[in-house]
DNA sequence: ACAGCCATGTAACTCGTTACATGATTAC
DNA sequence: GTAATCATGTAACGAGTTACATGGCTGT
Protein backbone atom coordinates (compact mmCIF):
# COMPACT_ATOMS: atom_id res chain seq x y z
CA UNK A 1 0.00 0.00 0.00
CA UNK A 2 1.84 3.14 -0.89
CA UNK A 3 1.55 6.10 0.68
CA UNK A 4 -0.16 8.93 -1.87
CA UNK A 5 1.13 12.22 -1.50
CA UNK A 6 -1.86 14.24 -0.42
CA UNK A 7 -2.95 16.84 -2.92
CA UNK A 8 -2.63 20.62 -2.35
CA UNK A 9 -3.94 23.39 -3.37
CA UNK A 10 -3.01 25.04 -6.67
CA UNK A 11 -1.26 28.14 -4.61
CA UNK A 12 1.20 26.03 -2.93
CA UNK A 13 2.70 24.47 -6.55
CA UNK A 14 2.82 28.00 -7.79
CA UNK A 15 5.12 28.94 -4.91
CA UNK A 16 6.95 25.83 -5.08
CA UNK A 17 7.57 26.16 -8.90
CA UNK A 18 8.27 30.38 -8.25
CA UNK A 19 11.86 28.11 -6.47
CA UNK A 20 12.53 26.32 -9.68
CA UNK A 21 14.16 29.86 -11.00
CA UNK A 22 17.44 29.68 -9.73
CA UNK A 23 18.22 31.68 -6.30
CA UNK A 24 16.96 31.12 -3.54
CA UNK A 25 14.74 33.56 -2.47
CA UNK A 26 13.07 35.03 1.10
CA UNK A 27 9.59 34.70 1.87
CA UNK A 28 9.60 38.65 1.06
CA UNK A 29 11.45 38.60 -2.48
CA UNK A 30 9.05 34.98 -3.31
CA UNK A 31 6.02 37.76 -2.66
CA UNK A 32 7.74 39.68 -5.21
CA UNK A 33 8.30 37.36 -7.70
CA UNK A 34 4.51 36.63 -7.38
CA UNK A 35 3.72 39.87 -7.62
CA UNK A 36 5.40 40.18 -11.15
CA UNK A 37 4.82 36.99 -12.39
CA UNK A 38 2.02 35.15 -11.11
CA UNK A 39 -0.79 38.02 -10.78
CA UNK A 40 -1.44 38.14 -14.35
CA UNK A 41 -3.26 34.41 -14.28
CA UNK A 42 -3.20 33.61 -10.51
CA UNK A 43 -3.98 35.42 -7.55
CA UNK A 44 -1.19 36.56 -5.85
CA UNK A 45 -0.96 35.68 -2.41
CA UNK A 46 -0.95 37.91 0.51
CA UNK A 47 2.23 38.34 2.31
CA UNK A 48 1.42 36.21 5.28
CA UNK A 49 -0.15 33.41 3.11
CA UNK A 50 2.86 33.09 1.21
CA UNK A 51 4.67 32.66 4.88
CA UNK A 52 2.37 29.98 5.74
CA UNK A 53 2.37 28.46 2.80
CA UNK A 54 6.30 27.97 2.93
CA UNK A 55 5.70 26.69 6.78
CA UNK A 56 3.84 24.15 5.07
CA UNK A 57 6.21 23.28 2.47
CA UNK A 58 8.32 23.23 4.57
CA UNK A 59 6.88 20.43 6.88
CA UNK A 60 6.15 18.36 4.06
CA UNK A 61 9.85 18.50 3.20
CA UNK A 62 9.04 20.21 -0.01
CA UNK A 63 11.39 23.08 0.40
CA UNK A 64 14.26 23.85 2.74
CA UNK A 65 14.96 26.60 4.81
CA UNK A 66 18.17 28.30 5.65
CA UNK A 67 18.63 30.93 7.98
CA UNK A 68 20.35 33.97 6.69
CA UNK A 69 22.71 34.76 9.69
CA UNK A 70 23.47 31.97 12.81
CA UNK A 71 21.90 31.71 16.01
CA UNK A 72 20.27 34.74 17.50
CA UNK A 73 21.22 37.29 15.09
CA UNK A 74 19.14 35.71 12.40
CA UNK A 75 17.48 38.54 9.57
CA UNK A 76 15.82 36.61 7.30
CA UNK A 77 15.53 33.08 5.92
CA UNK A 78 15.87 31.88 2.45
CA UNK A 79 14.31 28.84 1.10
CA UNK A 80 15.20 26.33 -1.26
CA UNK A 81 13.05 23.52 -2.98
CA UNK A 82 14.11 19.91 -2.61
CA UNK A 83 14.57 16.77 -4.38
CA UNK A 84 11.21 16.01 -3.35
CA UNK A 85 9.67 18.85 -3.98
CA UNK A 86 10.82 18.74 -7.51
CA UNK A 87 9.20 15.47 -7.58
CA UNK A 88 6.22 16.63 -6.23
CA UNK A 89 5.80 19.54 -8.29
CA UNK A 90 6.85 17.32 -11.89
CA UNK A 91 4.06 14.61 -10.83
CA UNK A 92 1.45 17.46 -10.38
CA UNK A 93 2.45 19.03 -14.02
CA UNK A 94 1.63 15.85 -15.35
CA UNK A 95 -1.72 15.09 -13.85
CA UNK A 96 -4.27 15.51 -16.99
CA UNK A 97 -6.50 17.17 -14.22
CA UNK A 98 -6.28 20.63 -15.26
CA UNK A 99 -9.14 22.60 -14.37
CA UNK A 100 -11.05 25.23 -16.20
CA UNK A 101 -9.85 29.03 -15.65
CA UNK A 102 -12.03 30.75 -13.52
CA UNK A 103 -12.83 34.21 -14.48
CA UNK A 104 -14.69 36.49 -12.09
CA UNK A 105 -15.37 39.17 -14.09
CA UNK A 106 -17.28 41.86 -11.63
CA UNK A 107 -17.66 44.50 -14.83
CA UNK A 108 -19.24 41.82 -16.89
CA UNK A 109 -21.39 41.42 -13.94
CA UNK A 110 -22.22 44.90 -13.66
CA UNK A 111 -23.08 44.78 -17.55
CA UNK A 112 -25.13 42.11 -17.09
CA UNK A 113 -27.42 43.74 -14.62
CA UNK A 114 -27.50 46.95 -16.95
CA UNK A 115 -31.17 47.05 -16.91
CA UNK A 116 -31.07 48.36 -13.37
CA UNK A 117 -29.20 51.14 -14.24
CA UNK A 118 -28.96 54.38 -16.54
CA UNK A 119 -27.12 53.83 -19.65
CA UNK A 120 -24.67 56.74 -19.10
CA UNK A 121 -23.29 54.14 -15.82
CA UNK A 122 -22.80 51.12 -17.97
CA UNK A 123 -21.06 53.47 -20.52
CA UNK A 124 -18.82 54.69 -17.39
CA UNK A 125 -18.56 51.57 -16.27
CA UNK A 126 -16.72 50.40 -19.38
CA UNK A 127 -14.71 53.25 -19.78
CA UNK A 128 -13.03 52.99 -16.16
CA UNK A 129 -12.82 49.51 -17.00
CA UNK A 130 -10.98 50.47 -20.14
CA UNK A 131 -8.41 52.71 -18.46
CA UNK A 132 -7.87 50.27 -15.83
CA UNK A 133 -6.88 47.42 -18.47
CA UNK A 134 -4.39 49.96 -20.46
CA UNK A 135 -2.40 50.38 -17.01
CA UNK A 136 -2.66 46.72 -16.60
CA UNK A 137 -1.50 45.70 -19.95
CA UNK A 138 1.61 48.46 -19.47
CA UNK A 139 2.22 46.82 -15.91
CA UNK A 140 2.76 43.31 -17.71
CA UNK A 141 4.25 44.89 -21.07
CA UNK A 142 7.32 45.93 -18.41
CA UNK A 143 7.53 42.42 -17.76
CA UNK A 144 7.30 41.37 -20.60
CA UNK A 145 10.15 43.62 -21.73
CA UNK A 146 12.59 42.08 -18.58
CA UNK A 147 11.92 38.36 -20.30
CA UNK A 148 14.01 38.88 -23.40
CA UNK A 149 13.61 37.49 -26.76
CA UNK A 150 13.31 34.07 -28.55
CA UNK A 151 16.62 33.96 -30.09
CA UNK A 152 18.92 35.65 -27.17
CA UNK A 153 20.39 32.26 -26.01
CA UNK A 154 20.92 34.69 -22.54
CA UNK A 155 17.11 34.37 -21.68
CA UNK A 156 16.84 30.75 -22.69
CA UNK A 157 15.62 29.67 -19.35
CA UNK A 158 12.56 32.54 -19.58
CA UNK A 159 10.87 31.14 -23.25
CA UNK A 160 7.66 29.72 -20.65
CA UNK A 161 7.60 32.86 -18.73
CA UNK A 162 7.22 34.71 -21.91
CA UNK A 163 5.07 32.74 -23.98
CA UNK A 164 2.35 32.86 -20.50
CA UNK A 165 3.19 36.81 -20.66
CA UNK A 166 2.50 37.39 -24.36
CA UNK A 167 -0.80 35.18 -23.94
CA UNK A 168 -1.70 37.70 -21.40
CA UNK A 169 -0.96 40.74 -23.43
CA UNK A 170 -2.82 39.10 -26.34
CA UNK A 171 -5.49 38.71 -23.38
CA UNK A 172 -5.80 42.53 -22.80
CA UNK A 173 -5.76 43.78 -26.34
CA UNK A 174 -8.73 41.08 -27.41
CA UNK A 175 -10.88 42.13 -23.77
CA UNK A 176 -9.55 46.05 -25.02
CA UNK A 177 -11.10 45.58 -28.30
CA UNK A 178 -14.06 44.03 -27.22
CA UNK A 179 -14.66 46.60 -24.68
CA UNK A 180 -14.68 49.55 -27.63
CA UNK A 181 -17.28 47.70 -29.47
CA UNK A 182 -19.82 47.20 -26.21
CA UNK A 183 -19.61 50.67 -26.43
CA UNK A 184 -19.80 51.40 -29.25
CA UNK A 185 -23.20 49.28 -29.26
CA UNK A 186 -24.30 51.09 -26.34
CA UNK A 187 -23.95 54.21 -28.14
CA UNK A 188 -25.71 53.00 -31.07
CA UNK A 189 -29.01 52.05 -29.72
CA UNK A 190 -29.48 54.48 -26.73
CA UNK A 191 -33.36 54.68 -27.50
CA UNK B 1 -25.73 59.92 12.35
CA UNK B 2 -26.44 57.65 8.63
CA UNK B 3 -26.63 53.60 9.18
CA UNK B 4 -24.58 52.57 5.99
CA UNK B 5 -25.83 49.35 4.81
CA UNK B 6 -23.02 46.87 5.38
CA UNK B 7 -21.42 45.74 2.36
CA UNK B 8 -22.25 41.94 1.09
CA UNK B 9 -19.72 39.78 -0.84
CA UNK B 10 -20.22 40.28 -4.50
CA UNK B 11 -21.83 37.00 -4.47
CA UNK B 12 -24.67 38.12 -2.73
CA UNK B 13 -25.58 40.90 -5.17
CA UNK B 14 -24.92 38.25 -8.51
CA UNK B 15 -27.74 36.42 -6.62
CA UNK B 16 -29.67 39.20 -5.79
CA UNK B 17 -29.47 40.15 -9.59
CA UNK B 18 -30.56 36.87 -10.96
CA UNK B 19 -33.54 38.05 -9.17
CA UNK B 20 -34.30 41.05 -11.18
CA UNK B 21 -35.13 38.95 -14.40
CA UNK B 22 -38.93 38.58 -13.26
CA UNK B 23 -40.25 35.18 -11.86
CA UNK B 24 -40.17 33.89 -8.44
CA UNK B 25 -37.34 31.55 -8.51
CA UNK B 26 -36.73 28.36 -5.85
CA UNK B 27 -33.51 28.35 -4.32
CA UNK B 28 -32.77 25.51 -6.83
CA UNK B 29 -33.68 27.10 -9.40
CA UNK B 30 -31.97 29.88 -8.79
CA UNK B 31 -29.01 27.52 -8.97
CA UNK B 32 -29.41 26.55 -12.41
CA UNK B 33 -29.94 30.31 -13.89
CA UNK B 34 -26.41 30.90 -11.88
CA UNK B 35 -25.04 27.77 -13.74
CA UNK B 36 -26.22 28.78 -17.14
CA UNK B 37 -25.38 32.60 -16.89
CA UNK B 38 -23.28 33.36 -14.05
CA UNK B 39 -21.06 30.66 -14.32
CA UNK B 40 -19.07 31.88 -17.40
CA UNK B 41 -17.92 35.35 -15.71
CA UNK B 42 -18.29 34.77 -12.17
CA UNK B 43 -18.74 31.68 -9.94
CA UNK B 44 -21.35 29.43 -9.65
CA UNK B 45 -22.06 29.06 -5.69
CA UNK B 46 -23.07 25.78 -4.22
CA UNK B 47 -25.79 24.83 -3.89
CA UNK B 48 -25.31 24.95 0.04
CA UNK B 49 -24.05 28.33 -0.47
CA UNK B 50 -27.60 29.72 -2.48
CA UNK B 51 -29.39 28.43 0.62
CA UNK B 52 -27.37 29.95 2.82
CA UNK B 53 -27.18 33.35 0.69
CA UNK B 54 -30.88 33.33 0.46
CA UNK B 55 -31.24 32.91 4.29
CA UNK B 56 -28.83 36.25 4.78
CA UNK B 57 -30.53 38.30 1.99
CA UNK B 58 -34.02 36.89 3.71
CA UNK B 59 -32.52 38.39 7.42
CA UNK B 60 -31.47 41.30 5.74
CA UNK B 61 -34.60 42.14 4.33
CA UNK B 62 -33.01 42.15 0.66
CA UNK B 63 -35.37 38.93 -0.60
CA UNK B 64 -38.63 37.55 0.37
CA UNK B 65 -39.30 34.12 1.14
CA UNK B 66 -43.16 32.09 -0.05
CA UNK B 67 -43.63 28.71 0.77
CA UNK B 68 -45.47 27.41 -2.32
CA UNK B 69 -47.84 25.76 0.12
CA UNK B 70 -49.20 26.39 3.55
CA UNK B 71 -48.37 24.45 6.85
CA UNK B 72 -47.02 21.22 6.97
CA UNK B 73 -46.78 20.37 3.20
CA UNK B 74 -44.37 22.68 2.21
CA UNK B 75 -42.47 21.72 -1.17
CA UNK B 76 -40.55 24.26 -1.64
CA UNK B 77 -39.72 28.14 -1.32
CA UNK B 78 -40.02 30.94 -3.64
CA UNK B 79 -37.70 34.23 -3.26
CA UNK B 80 -39.18 37.34 -4.88
CA UNK B 81 -36.42 40.98 -4.50
CA UNK B 82 -37.81 43.54 -2.16
CA UNK B 83 -37.75 47.02 -2.52
CA UNK B 84 -35.00 47.21 -0.02
CA UNK B 85 -33.47 44.47 -2.13
CA UNK B 86 -33.61 46.85 -5.57
CA UNK B 87 -32.41 50.04 -3.74
CA UNK B 88 -29.27 48.13 -2.21
CA UNK B 89 -28.30 46.47 -5.73
CA UNK B 90 -29.05 49.62 -7.35
CA UNK B 91 -26.30 51.42 -4.90
CA UNK B 92 -23.79 49.06 -5.06
CA UNK B 93 -24.33 48.99 -9.31
CA UNK B 94 -23.49 52.21 -9.23
CA UNK B 95 -20.32 52.10 -7.00
CA UNK B 96 -17.39 53.28 -8.81
CA UNK B 97 -14.73 50.88 -7.13
CA UNK B 98 -15.47 48.17 -9.50
CA UNK B 99 -12.48 45.58 -9.10
CA UNK B 100 -10.12 44.25 -12.03
CA UNK B 101 -11.53 40.96 -12.79
CA UNK B 102 -9.13 37.98 -11.26
CA UNK B 103 -8.29 35.04 -13.45
CA UNK B 104 -7.84 31.80 -12.61
CA UNK B 105 -5.29 30.05 -15.26
CA UNK B 106 -4.13 26.67 -14.05
CA UNK B 107 -3.01 25.91 -17.75
CA UNK B 108 -0.94 29.69 -18.11
CA UNK B 109 0.49 28.41 -14.83
CA UNK B 110 1.23 25.01 -16.07
CA UNK B 111 2.62 26.47 -19.34
CA UNK B 112 5.08 28.57 -17.52
CA UNK B 113 6.72 25.83 -15.64
CA UNK B 114 7.10 24.12 -19.16
CA UNK B 115 11.33 24.05 -18.50
CA UNK B 116 10.02 21.06 -15.59
CA UNK B 117 8.32 18.91 -18.14
CA UNK B 118 9.33 17.24 -21.09
CA UNK B 119 7.94 19.30 -24.64
CA UNK B 120 5.70 16.66 -25.61
CA UNK B 121 3.70 17.43 -21.78
CA UNK B 122 2.89 20.72 -22.91
CA UNK B 123 2.01 20.45 -26.19
CA UNK B 124 -0.47 17.86 -24.57
CA UNK B 125 -1.57 20.56 -22.22
CA UNK B 126 -2.57 22.97 -24.58
CA UNK B 127 -4.26 20.50 -27.00
CA UNK B 128 -6.42 19.05 -23.72
CA UNK B 129 -7.09 22.58 -22.83
CA UNK B 130 -8.06 24.00 -26.71
CA UNK B 131 -10.62 20.94 -26.28
CA UNK B 132 -12.60 21.57 -23.34
CA UNK B 133 -12.57 25.42 -24.78
CA UNK B 134 -14.69 24.13 -27.56
CA UNK B 135 -17.22 22.65 -25.28
CA UNK B 136 -17.44 25.78 -22.95
CA UNK B 137 -17.50 27.96 -26.48
CA UNK B 138 -20.73 25.22 -27.68
CA UNK B 139 -22.28 25.73 -23.78
CA UNK B 140 -22.23 29.56 -23.72
CA UNK B 141 -22.91 29.66 -27.53
CA UNK B 142 -26.46 27.55 -26.68
CA UNK B 143 -27.22 30.03 -23.69
CA UNK B 144 -26.63 33.40 -26.47
CA UNK B 145 -29.21 31.70 -28.89
CA UNK B 146 -31.68 31.58 -26.01
CA UNK B 147 -31.16 34.99 -25.59
CA UNK B 148 -32.74 36.27 -29.21
CA UNK B 149 -31.71 39.38 -31.01
CA UNK B 150 -31.20 42.98 -30.65
CA UNK B 151 -33.49 43.80 -33.29
CA UNK B 152 -36.55 41.12 -31.80
CA UNK B 153 -38.33 43.87 -29.14
CA UNK B 154 -39.58 40.24 -27.45
CA UNK B 155 -36.05 39.86 -26.46
CA UNK B 156 -34.94 43.68 -25.43
CA UNK B 157 -35.40 42.85 -21.70
CA UNK B 158 -31.89 40.09 -22.66
CA UNK B 159 -30.53 43.07 -24.36
CA UNK B 160 -27.69 43.26 -21.43
CA UNK B 161 -27.21 39.05 -20.88
CA UNK B 162 -26.63 39.39 -24.87
CA UNK B 163 -23.61 41.54 -25.04
CA UNK B 164 -22.07 39.69 -22.06
CA UNK B 165 -22.79 36.56 -23.95
CA UNK B 166 -20.98 37.96 -26.90
CA UNK B 167 -18.56 39.33 -25.11
CA UNK B 168 -17.69 35.69 -23.26
CA UNK B 169 -17.63 34.09 -26.88
CA UNK B 170 -15.22 36.47 -28.10
CA UNK B 171 -12.89 35.58 -25.39
CA UNK B 172 -13.43 32.09 -25.88
CA UNK B 173 -12.36 32.58 -29.49
CA UNK B 174 -9.38 34.79 -29.01
CA UNK B 175 -8.38 32.29 -26.41
CA UNK B 176 -8.65 29.50 -29.23
CA UNK B 177 -6.41 31.63 -31.63
CA UNK B 178 -3.72 32.53 -28.86
CA UNK B 179 -3.20 28.83 -28.11
CA UNK B 180 -3.09 28.05 -31.61
CA UNK B 181 -0.40 30.56 -31.98
CA UNK B 182 1.17 29.08 -28.72
CA UNK B 183 1.14 25.56 -30.11
CA UNK B 184 3.25 26.73 -33.07
CA UNK B 185 5.12 28.47 -30.74
CA UNK B 186 6.04 25.07 -29.06
CA UNK B 187 6.41 23.40 -32.78
CA UNK B 188 8.36 25.30 -34.34
CA UNK B 189 11.44 25.62 -31.68
CA UNK B 190 11.65 22.10 -30.00
CA UNK B 191 15.43 21.89 -30.41
C1' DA C 1 -38.98 -1.20 -8.19
C1' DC C 2 -35.65 1.99 -9.27
C1' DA C 3 -33.27 5.90 -11.27
C1' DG C 4 -33.08 10.56 -11.69
C1' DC C 5 -34.48 14.88 -10.60
C1' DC C 6 -36.54 18.39 -7.39
C1' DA C 7 -35.88 20.41 -3.10
C1' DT C 8 -33.85 22.00 1.38
C1' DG C 9 -30.79 22.29 4.63
C1' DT C 10 -26.57 21.38 8.43
C1' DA C 11 -21.66 20.46 9.69
C1' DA C 12 -16.98 20.46 9.09
C1' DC C 13 -13.40 22.21 6.83
C1' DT C 14 -9.96 24.86 3.82
C1' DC C 15 -8.31 28.73 1.50
C1' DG C 16 -7.21 33.10 1.68
C1' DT C 17 -7.91 37.69 3.51
C1' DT C 18 -7.25 41.77 6.76
C1' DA C 19 -5.65 43.44 11.02
C1' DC C 20 -2.24 43.30 14.24
C1' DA C 21 2.52 43.10 16.24
C1' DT C 22 7.40 43.65 15.92
C1' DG C 23 11.77 45.13 14.66
C1' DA C 24 16.12 45.91 11.63
C1' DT C 25 18.20 48.41 7.65
C1' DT C 26 18.55 52.01 4.15
C1' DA C 27 18.01 56.51 2.09
C1' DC C 28 17.10 61.21 2.53
C1' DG D 1 15.25 61.93 12.79
C1' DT D 2 12.07 59.92 10.10
C1' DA D 3 10.07 57.59 6.23
C1' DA D 4 10.32 53.73 3.28
C1' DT D 5 11.54 49.23 2.66
C1' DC D 6 12.94 44.59 4.20
C1' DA D 7 11.56 40.97 6.99
C1' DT D 8 8.67 37.57 9.71
C1' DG D 9 5.08 36.08 11.82
C1' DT D 10 0.08 35.37 14.70
C1' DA D 11 -4.99 35.89 15.23
C1' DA D 12 -9.49 36.48 13.81
C1' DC D 13 -12.49 36.09 10.34
C1' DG D 14 -15.20 35.26 6.00
C1' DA D 15 -16.29 33.04 1.67
C1' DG D 16 -17.06 29.06 -0.36
C1' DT D 17 -16.40 24.07 -0.68
C1' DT D 18 -17.51 19.01 0.10
C1' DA D 19 -19.82 15.62 2.69
C1' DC D 20 -23.78 14.38 4.88
C1' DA D 21 -28.81 13.86 5.80
C1' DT D 22 -33.49 13.82 4.32
C1' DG D 23 -37.41 13.13 1.59
C1' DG D 24 -41.02 13.80 -2.21
C1' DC D 25 -42.13 13.42 -7.06
C1' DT D 26 -41.79 11.62 -12.00
C1' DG D 27 -40.96 8.57 -15.64
C1' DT D 28 -39.98 3.80 -17.19
Redesign the interface.
Known amino acids: MRQEPPDLP?TS??LL?LL?FGDDPTGYELKQRADN??R????SPAMSQVYSELGRLSDLGLVRARDDAPAPVRRSRRYRITAKG?RD??RW??E?S????????????????????EPE??R??LQ??LD?LDV?RQELGAVRESLGE?QDPAFE?Y???R??AD??L??YA??RR?VM??LE?LRS?LR
Chains 1, 2 share one sequence.
Open positions: TYAGTTLFYWARLSLRPSEFPSLKHPVALRLLLGHLVQSALDYSRDRRFPMVWGDYSEMDLRN
